[in-house]
């Protein structure tokens, strides 16, 4: 059995509900989720990134994956949407303090920026309108060369059925394009009941023309291919990492139980 | 002779009120699932679906639900089942989501699945509990649930 990701659950302020979310995705047998912070590119009066809210203050306790004996793991992730080349800042400081970066491209120009120069982990492919362009080998080839992901959301698709048409043109559009290849499925939505396990995920996607392999992939290896290329993306070329070393160094809780024990019988 | 080959899709249905699960009833969902199957494929789904489909269990309690399909057109069904948000039930509108845990060709395969699937979630239950005697109730739970399966084993064994 691989291990299920879901990189989309938009973030919500209201408490109760991101944990039956997240109990709700543990049950599902989802391993790792990405909490999704939404931000809004605007060029005139400049509205602040949102910082990501520590997960200790957001829920108390992380429920337990099914048929696995770890907890759920919980990622941050931004996604901008970008209407205008400048919304995006290379290497802002803002960036950094989330695992994951994903960008919303609105015209063509934009997508062919974002999929050959923003350093960026996923590309979202916007599913409840018609897509106002065609896409391009060119700019698809060299997304795949790079390795930056196209996410597709399938709660629209669920709620009702023009939404339904229009995730489906788009998605049948683009995997006509990439041959299946280079593609996440991920969720988007933020109620319990809009979930769905990952076996009816690779089922759908198979709607969408992907084979039963890519679909798969969708959900379990791209997803994971996302995290490193993120990890990649904080270091220099792959290779040095740098880390603030913590100036205070007083223990935080003490040393571990195991050691204390020594120590009490000699 | 051949026999008619069919699939299982053993499906675990999930509502954000439990109370409302003991409304389930097998007539509901299966009407829920051919307007699934219609809307997302049309007439010819609608016509896959009216031969050899049909909901052969439901469990109201744990919300298990066995859902036969002809083999040539199961993936058809199950692409359809993700779409399902409510099932209507006198004139009340439960509104659920159903999740595929299993898929078999035969009900035996899938009733084992589910007695292990069902160890487990009794598992997942165990350091949820708040007082002894739950605790001490799920412990049996699980302790008659695995004796239950040894005892498939030796059958098995005695036959063979």
């Known amino acids: ?266 | 002779m051949v026999r008619v080959k069919s699939r299982y899709l053993l499906c675990e249905i999930h509502v954000s009120d439990p109370s409302k699960l003991l409304l389930l009833e097998d007539r509901a969902i299966t009407a829920a699932v051919k307007d699934a199957v219609t809307s997302a494929h049309g007439d010819y789904g609608a016509a896959q679906c009216s031969i050899g489909f049909s909901v052969k269990y439901v469990n109201a309690h744990t919300g298990i639900l066995f859902l036969r399909c002809p083999k040539s057109s199961y993936r058809l069904i199950w692409s359809a089942l993700p779409f399902i948000t409510s099932v209507e039930r006198k004139g009340r509108r439960i509104s659920c989501f159903l999740s595929c845990l299993h898929v078999g060709g035969t009900i035996r395969t899938c009733q084992k699945f589910l007695i292990r699937y069902n160890t487990q979630q009794l598992h997942r239950m165990l350091p949820k509990c708040k007082t002894q005697e739950e605790k001490d109730q799920v412990r049996r739970a699980i302790l008659s649930s695995s004796t239950y399966m040894l005892k498939g084993k030796e059958h098995k064994e005695e036959r063979d």
């Open chain 1, 1 to 266: 059995m691989s291990l299920f990701m879901d990189l989309n659950l938009p973030f919500t302020a209201d408490k109760k509900r991101l944990k039956t979310l997240l109990e709700t995705a543990a049950h599902l047998g989802f391993s790792t989720v990405a909490i999704n912070y939404f931000h809004e590119g605007q060029s005139k009066g400049k509205k602040e990134i949102p910082k990501p809210t520590p997960l200790a203050q957001l829920v108390d306790e992380l429920p337990i994956v099914q048929g696995k004996s770890r907890p759920i793991k919980v990622l941050n992730r931004l996604t901008i949407l970008v209407s205008d080349a400048s919304h995006f800042r290379h290497n802002a400081a803002e960036y950094r303090a989330y695992d994951i970066l994903a960008v919303q491209p609105t015209t063509e120009k934009l997508f062919h920026a974002a999929c050959m120069t923003f350093d960026v982990d996923i590309i979202c492919i916007t599913v409840t309108e018609r897509l106002p362009f065609f896409f391009k080998r060119a700019p698809i080839n060299g997304a795949r060369e790079r390795g930056v992901m196209f996410e597709v959301c399938y709660a629209a698709a669920i709620r009702d059925s023009t939404m339904r048409r229009y995730t489906l043109t788009n998605t049948l559009a683009l995997v006509e394009r990439n041959k299946g290849k280079n593609i996440i499925v991920s969720s988007g939505t933020d109620k319990p009941l809009e979930l769905r396990g990952p076996y009816d995920i690779t089922n759908l996607a198979q709607l969408f023309g992907m084979s039963e392999v890519e679909a798969k992939d969708g959900v379990s290896s791209n997803c994971r291919s996302v995290l490193l290329h993120a990890e990649t993306r904080k270091t220099a070329c792959g290779i040095i990492y740098t880390v603030k070393t913590p100036n205070d160094s007083q223990p935080k809780d003490g040393p571990p139980l195991a050691k204390k024990q020594k120590t009490s019988a000699s």
